[in-house]
């Protein structure tokens, strides 16, 4: 499966509306691949907690719910190397393309993740990446 992500906010939307649980989610999802672009939030190398990434602000992808949004702004691509040198290129606002893969989970985290308090007028999707290509 490929998609941009609009399309792949709107899917699992629509996944999650229809009952699947996280994990049903990040099964059905795992591999698929999303290529598109947004602008550099941060570029971190050298985390001791997690592999190098590249956090992106998405345009932001909402989805009614209720009297709640569904919300898809941002996205961490993760990479198994990214060299420090080459990521000094990347500055906050750049805007940035890419290609990654979604994870099915992180340990005992899903791969998609939806956030959801019954405060907060927001629910926030989260996605786990791997295999992230600068195109």
């Known amino acids: 499966m490929e998609f941009n992500w609009n399309d792949l906010i709107h899917e699992i939307s629509k996944l999650y509306v229809s009952g699947k649980t996280e994990a049903q989610i990040s099964f059905k999802l795992a591999g698929a691949t999303l290529i598109?672009?947004?602008?550099?939030?941060?570029?971190?190398?050298?985390?001791?907690?997690?592999?190098?990434?590249?956090?992106?602000n998405?345009?932001?992808?909402?989805?009614?719910l209720k009297n709640k949004l569904i919300v898809g702004n941002f996205l961490a691509l993760n990479f198994s190397h990214l060299d420090k040198k080459n990521a000094d290129e990347y500055k906050k606002g750049m805007p940035i393309k890419f290609k990654t893969s979604i994870i099915e989970a992180n340990g005992p985290f899903p791969g998609v993740e939806i956030s959801e308090f019954d405060d907060e007028k927001e629910i926030l999707i989260m996605l786990g990446t791997c295999e992230s290509e600068i195109a």
């Not at 598109?36 to 992106?56: H, K, W, Y």
């Not at 998405?58 to 009614?64: F, K, L």
């Open 58 to 64: 998405m345009q932001a992808v909402t989805v009614p």
């Open 36 to 56: 598109d672009s947004g602008n550099i939030e941060r570029v971190e190398t050298d985390s001791s907690l997690a592999s190098p990434f590249i956090q992106v």
